[in-house]
């Protein structure tokens, strides 16, 4: 573009008028200009409907000189930077420049500038000068309301302080809140105000302090606030308020009655009312407190019910990302949306979701697809969500929600394709640098693509004159890198950074240490996470060190600071670590038991040279879990093992079945309703042998995933706070188990009778025999018993059938010898034809009940049950 006053102009203009298919897109939200020495910011919004209307809002902005364009993300961004943008390239997209780390930061202040309306008038700001506390006034025992004569903009918690009168011990802030308005804050504090105290309220804002009295008394409770509620999924924390007779919160100070139509629903316990409802089950409940003179009082009459959470559709985020799997963290101070996918890329759609009600739910077992609605452009994998760029351009994207075959919702959204990224600039943190003789200096230099992006790009360094000053590393492919700049002797020099026909310079001048003027801390980080995560530059530890400086601020080499050490206290003002020698490192380990944030201090001798506040932040990736049923049904156990059990009861459903024994339930803590039926004494868990039923209310579950789960899970213990989620336990009785198991045994002997088990080998009397003995063992309460003596009966009633048929068998056309002159004798005869079972098997015949035996003329003919006969030849032995 050519560098003319009228087509920047021009450029701007169409800057302004322009609109983003989504909000995604609208980064340039306003202008800011200088007339007679006094900043003035524009509203873009504002200034197009003047471009399009009377002109008088745009007319004004023109007679100031644009200083800054203010970019919804990036802040104020120096309009010569945007002017010089503006001329060097030919495709310009002032958006996407002003979003970029490719754009500079103006020096200009939100203090500085005076907003103008629609109509050119200074919209007045928040006065603070002057600010006064009119009125303090506690909410509950653990908050109280501030309340100014005057707006405010911000107010620190370092800002604020509560002190009892009198004995000045210190109340210790969580969190300073303004309201709306900006006229007035809470503070929230981590201990309990007392009743009968007075405590000063101080707020600093400048160089003035303001301090008013609280007179802190907690009353009688004059009245129950209760309202008619809908709990969704887990939920199962009945809302409320007892306030006493000046209005105070002290919900958290007293026990309610909870009296219901299902009574047994509801429990109470100071500042908590929980129910057991399931799921459709709905109840009328009225709380009730008695005074000290013995007056009830009592909330309003309300229905109480429950129903499920389940995925109804998509939530307000999206983004593109790069890995496939990977949480997307939205509420992440530094959570950026991304829409772009430059060609060549391979990123992945991401969603959140809501559940009938609005709030954010997981999807659960819902499942995605997603389309493309314009393929020329960028097409996406239909399962994974997969785009593939093809052109540059702008294309829709669809994705679907589904349950099953139901379609739920679905969400259509805008992604813009551009070029391939390619590095093409080098970014300094400093153009200059001043370093002592025989010291370093640190400086940051990161790659950018085109579109203002980091980007990989091959870098290489070198210091122009290498007695003055040396430089490392000398070279590297990275997005970012960190050059130390070393001073030889005294002297000026440059550092030349070069990345193909880039080139970018650092002046450096070495100087000669002055004398002491102070001592400097190194090393310290204001956030220590749980892991260390090098692309991310999180750390889990740090090392502290103190060096001297003179009075430019520059340190002195060679100069060792010996005995410093430091100290360590947490949020209740307990040491956590005291004079420890500054070397040694700060772990994780070293504050795990204590309360954040904390407090560092730094000594040289007995003097304080350096006090910093850290936290420590989980950046682990726990399971993602969602409770399956709020029902546990278990046999008695003197030797339970309830980890399995428990775990049964979590839907851990990002993770495939084949991993799902990497997690394991560590430790379970809850209240029991019935402690004879189940309870928990230091995670061992006892069971009572006559069995019932309980509700147990899970306050937490620990899992352990035992080794990292890609893209699901990290490695480590997880504490599940499942605040109070009630879980209803019948629990089977040592007696009724031994009874089904003594029935069971007794069916499977019954059932061996007639598959051939017990009969393989033909007639078995011993198999009906001993199902006959365990079912007659049986209580005459179990209600199959007269059944199973049913089918006992009908075996032997098969058994004597497949006896006779045997016998039968056996005899029809035999003969038999008896003694001389034994031929007419039945006994003798009788034995003789029991004879013929030589083997064994038959034992049948042996035991052969005869009805009749009739002999006549060398011939037996005998009757066997149910009138069968047969014949049998007898012969006489010689003598």
């Known amino acids: 573009m050519k560098n003319n006053k009228k087509a920047i102009c021009l450029a701007i203009t169409a800057a302004i008028l322009s609109t983003s298919v989504t909000p995604a897109f609208a980064k340039v939200v306003g202008y800011v200009t200088e007339k007679d020495g006094v900043l003035y910011q524009y509203d873009k919004t504002e200034l197009k409907s003047s471009i399009i209307g009377d002109g008088a809002l745009y007319a004004q902005y023109n007679d100031g000189k644009l200083k800054a364009l203010l970019d919804d993300k990036n802040g104020y961004i120096d309009a010569n930077d945007v002017r010089q943008y ?100 809470t503070v929230e504090l981590y201990d309990s105000l007392i009743s009968g105290k007075a405590y000063n309220v101080s707020v600093t804002l400048g160089e003035e302090t303001t301090t008013k009295e609280l007179a802190f008394k907690i009353e009688e409770s004059a009245v129950i606030e209760l309202k008619a509620q809908t709990l969704v999924g887990t939920e199962n ?37 929980e129910t057991t409802l399931l799921a459709g089950e709905s109840a009328f409940l009225e709380l009730s ?16 019910e429950k129903v499920s959470s389940k995925v109804a559709g998509f939530g307000e985020n999206w983004t593109l990302k790069s890995t496939y799997g990977a949480p997307v963290d939205y509420k992440a101070e530094d959570y950026k949306q991304d829409t772009i996918a430059n060609m060549e890329s391979e990123k992945y759609l991401d969603f959140t979701f809501v559940d009938q009600f609005g709030k954010d739910i997981d999807k659960g077992s819902a499942t995605l697809s997603y389309e493309s609605l314009d393929a020329s452009v960028a097409i996406v994998d239909a399962e994974k969500g997969k785009v593939t760029p093809r052109k540059e351009g702008k294309a829709l994207l669809r994705a679907t929600l589904k349950d099953g075959e139901k379609t739920l919702a679905t969400k259509t959204v805008e992604i813009e394709v551009k070029a391939k990224a390619k590095a093409t600039d080098i970014k300094l943190e400093k153009e200059a640098l001043e370093v002592t003789k025989d010291g370093n200096a640190k400086v940051k230099v990161t790659v950018l693509d085109q579109f203002g992006n980091k980007i990989a790009g091959d870098v290489k360094v070198e210091s122009a004159h290498t007695d003055v000053a040396t430089v490392t590393p000398a070279t590297g492919s990275t997005e970012e890198t960190e050059l130390t700049v070393n001073g030889v002797k005294a002297g000026e020099t440059t550092i030349k950074v070069t990345m193909g026909d880039v080139e970018k310079t650092i002046s450096v001048k070495v100087v000669n240490a002055g004398d002491l003027a102070e001592y400097k801390v190194k090393g310290f980080v204001e956030e220590l996470f749980t892991v260390k995560n090098d692309d991310k530059k999180q750390v889990n530890e740090m090392t502290l060190s103190v060096v001297a400086v003179d009075e430019s601020g520059l340190e002195i080499p060679n100069k060792p ?170 629990v089977k009785s040592e007696a009724d188990i031994n009874a089904e198991k003594a029935l069971e045994d007794a069916q499977k002997a019954v059932k061996a009778l007639f598959n051939g088990e017990a009969l393989a080998d033909g007639v078995n009397t011993e198999a009906i025999n001993a ?109």
Do not use: C, W
Request: hydrophobic share 35%.
């Open 561 to 730: 600071v010996t005995g410093a050490t430091y100290t360590i206290t947490d949020a209740e003002n307990k040491e956590v670590a005291k004079d420890v020698a500054i070397e040694t490192k700060i772990i994780l380990d070293t504050v795990k038991d204590h309360k954040a944030p904390y407090t560092v201090s730094v000594k040289v001798g007995t003097l304080e040279v350096f006090t910093g506040e850290f936290k420590v932040t989980d950046n682990r990736k726990a399971p993602a879990y969602k409770i399956k049923e709020n029902k546990l049904d278990l046999n008695y156990s003197a030797d339970v093992q309830l980890g399995d059990t428990i775990k049964g009861l979590f839907d851990f459903y990002e993770i495939g079945s084949e991993k799902l024994d990497k997690i394991t339930v560590e430790k379970v803590e809850f209240a029991t309703t019935n402690e004879a039926v189940i309870k928990n004494e230091n995670n061992d868990i006892t069971l009572g042998k006559d069995g019932g039923k309980a509700t147990i209310y899970l306050d937490s579950v620990t899992v352990k995933v035992t080794e990292d789960i890609t893209d699901k899970a990290d490695k480590g213990e997880y504490k599940f706070d499942l605040k109070g989620e009630p879980i209803n336990v019948t």
């Open 86 to 185: 503006i001329i060097n390239e030919d495709k310009i997209d002032v958006d996407a420049y002003t979003e970029s780390d490719k754009a500079e930061k103006s020096t200009i202040t939100e203090a500085e500038v005076k907003k103008v309306d629609k109509d050119g008038n200074v919209i007045e700001k928040p006065v603070e000068e002057g600010l006064k506390v009119e009125s303090v006034s506690a909410i509950n025992a653990t908050t109280v309301k501030v309340v100014f004569n005057n707006a405010v903009e911000k107010l620190p918690e370092k800002n604020v302080e509560v002190v009892e009168a009198e004995k000045g011990n210190k109340m210790f802030i969580k969190e300073v809140k303004l309201a709306e308005d900006k006229k007035s804050a």
């Open 771 to 879: 199902a006959k003995s365990k079912v007659e063992a049986l209580a005459e309460t179990v209600t199959e018993k007269a059944g199973l003596l049913k089918d006992i009966e009908k075996a032997e009633g098969l058994l004597a059938a497949e006896e006779l048929e045997a016998a039968k068998t056996l005899l029809t056309d035999k003969s038999v010898e008896v003694a001389k002159g034994s031929g007419e004798n039945t006994e003798a005869v009788l034995k003789a034809i029991k004879a013929l079972d030589t083997e064994g098997k038959n034992t049948v015949i042996k035991g052969l009940e005869v009805s009749s035996i009739k002999i006549s003329e060398g011939t037996a003919t005998v009757t066997l049950a149910e009138g069968v006969t047969v014949t049998v030849t007898v012969t006489e032995a010689k003598a």
């Open 237 to 273: 924390k009945v809302e409320y308020k007892v306030l006493d007779k000046n209005g105070l919160d002290i919900t958290n100070l007293v026990t309610v009655t909870p009296n219901s139509d299902k009574a047994s629903k509801f429990t109470a316990t100071e500042g908590k009312v």
């Open 289 to 304: 407190v008695k005074t000290k003179d013995g007056k009830e009082v009592k909330s309003d009459r309300v229905k109480i």
